[in-house]
């Protein structure tokens, strides 16, 4: 589930306000750390595109590595690792994604969890207005709000 709502956020953030997102023919999801859900979406995305580029998957465990994608899927790592990666795409057109408890309060964007055995998300609305980004008011509507 989680690999469609990544697919699916695609439609509803836009990151052509940064002029090197014209530049690029690949949209690239990176994931940060160990996680198994980078094949999972290689498997779902395998013949899609992402406004009209087509998908770069790849996976890091070094900040310097990193650089510039579209998405960044932070897997649970320690506190520490956690405010180095955020400092790294703090301003950047980097929508930054996790699955772990409290990341969204700390400055994830966007970050999962499970409510009644449902997967829901949470958005961090402050952090979104200053990322060089823009959403669609509808993410705002289904998701949890953190201020």
């Known amino acids: 589930m989680m690999a469609i709502f990544i697919h699916k956020f695609t439609d509803y953030v836009d990151w ?9 023919k690949q949209f ?31 996976q890091v465990f070094e900040i310097d ?5 579209e998405i960044l ?6 506190q520490e690792q956690l405010i180095k990666v955020l400092e790294y795409t703090k301003n950047k057109p980097i929508l930054t ?3 772990s408890e409290g990341f969204g309060k700390k400055g994830v964007l966007i970050n999962f969890f499970t409510f009644q055995n449902t997967l829901r998300f949470e ?5 979104v207005e200053k990322a060089n980004i ?6 705002y ?6 201020e």
Do not use: C, H, M, W
């Open 73 to 78: 899927f932070i897997s649970n790592i320690p």
């Open 28 to 58: 690239t999801i990176t994931f940060f750390g160990k996680t198994s859900l980078e094949n999972k979406l290689k498997i779902y995305l395998k013949s899609e595109k992402i406004q009209n580029k087509t998908i770069k998957i790849n």
């Open 16 to 24: 052509s306000i940064n002029s090197d997102f014209y530049n690029s």
């Open 97 to 99: 994604i996790s699955e």
């Open 123 to 127: 958005i961090n609305k402050n952090g």
């Open 65 to 69: 590595n990193i650089q510039n994608p």
């Open 141 to 146: 509507r289904v998701a949890k709000i953190i």
């Open 134 to 139: 823009k959403t669609n008011s509808y993410l």
